[in-house]
């Protein structure tokens, strides 16, 4: 699946998507989008129904690498989300970060 360009996530986050940080809580903690969730990727499988149950809803995914993301972006559209996105690398994103 691509990696949209931060510009779209920026652009979708503003239209009401959410942000989805599947790192690690101390990864987490060191730094995310502004407004992101984090549901790390360990996690996604036990808690995003729970949290998302509205499969139509919006979620632009990110991580460290884009590996992570990449995995949940899969998960969550074999899992019948439809409107998914996979950022990749928070480091792409030049727009400011907020710490925990």
């Not at 599947?22 to 729970?50: C, K, M």
Request: glycine residues 8%; negative net charge; charged residues 15%.
């Amino acid at each position: 699946m691509p990696i949209i360009q931060p510009s779209e996530a920026k652009q979708l986050l503003e239209n009401g998507a959410e942000a989805i940080d599947v790192r690690q809580p101390q990864e987490f903690a060191s730094g995310h989008l502004p407004g992101a969730t984090n549901l790390p990727l360990d996690q996604l499988a036990d808690i995003a129904s729970v949290m998302f149950p509205n499969k139509e809803y919006g979620l632009v995914v990110y991580c460290a690498s884009g590996a992570r993301s990449a995995r949940a972006v899969q998960w969550l559209k074999s899992h019948g989300w439809r409107n998914v996105w996979d950022m990749g690398s928070l480091a792409a994103w030049p727009y400011g970060i907020e710490h925990a």
